[in-house]
């Protein structure tokens, strides 16, 4: 069965710009999460979202926000790009409530901000 | 912040046994702990989990100690391709699954 999938891979972006990433889960699942990576910060929780309710929010400003989609998908928006926001994004999913309560994360948005 | 700590760094033979520690000292009755893996620039995988038991399954065995408190990742014939960071957390099982809080991890070279 198909895994996450992330799209775009690789952007580039300046600074101010904004910009949209999507996550397609697994089939079946029906929580998202996402996160950011970067080498001083390593990963950390940006937001989760459950049948298209945002269910847990991490410390990060107003200018990140997303939203999930009735069938599952997930979009994340990072609005009026600052240089630190370059990372790499990833996409998780899971099956909220069975399983082993692992996530699957996808192979993430590399994400440049010049 | 994470609620685990782990080894900066850790070195290994191809062939041997990779053990991983992780201490977890401030764990609650209720937490378990998760074992992932990231191979360069991929995203995160699941190894293992457990709670108080001993695991096992077709990547690594989880020795869990009698008091909770800390806990080993076995990789029982590590190769070339298990070198990545190792992350080791705790969390509550069940409810909203998504927030894992990461520390920095272990990160393994396998060496020939």
């Known amino acids: 069965k198909a895994g996450v999938t992330q799209t775009p891979r690789y952007l580039i972006k300046t600074r101010g710009q904004q910009v949209t990433l999507s996550c397609s889960p697994i089939?079946?699942?029906?929580?998202v999460s996402w996160y950011q990576q970067t080498p001083g910060q390593g990963l950390q929780f940006l937001f989760e979202?459950?049948?298209?309710?945002?269910?847990n929010k991490g410390n990060f400003p107003g200018r990140f926000s997303g939203r999930q989609f009735s069938n599952s998908r997930s979009e994340m928006n990072v609005s009026t790009l600052e240089l630190g926001d370059s990372a790499l994004y990833l996409c998780?999913?899971?099956?909220?409530?069975?399983?082993?309560?692992?996530?699957?994360f996808g192979e993430g948005s590399r994400l440049t901000v010049l | 912040d994470a609620k685990t700590t782990q080894p900066t760094s850790m070195d290994c033979a191809e062939g041997r046994a990779a053990n991983l520690p992780c201490n977890h000292s401030?764990?609650?009755?209720?937490?378990?702990v998760y074992w992932y893996r990231q191979i360069h620039s991929q995203g995160p995988q699941y190894i293992i989990h457990?709670?108080?038991n001993n695991e096992t399954n077709e990547m690594a065995s989880l020795i869990i100690t009698e008091d909770r408190k800390s806990s080993t990742l076995i990789l029982p014939h590590a190769t070339l391709r298990d070198t990545a960071v190792y992350y080791c957390?705790?969390?509550?099982?069940?409810?909203?699954?998504?927030?894992?809080?990461f520390g920095k991890g272990t990160k393994l070279s396998v060496k020939p």
């Open positions: 998780a999913s899971s099956l909220a409530g069975g399983g082993t309560g692992e996530l699957f």
């Open positions: 089939s079946g699942h029906r929580s």
């Open positions: 979202y459950f049948s298209e309710t945002q269910r």
């Open positions: 401030t764990i609650s009755g209720n937490e378990y």
């Open positions: 457990g709670l108080k």
């Open positions: 957390i705790v969390r509550v099982f069940g409810g909203s699954q998504g927030n894992l809080i």
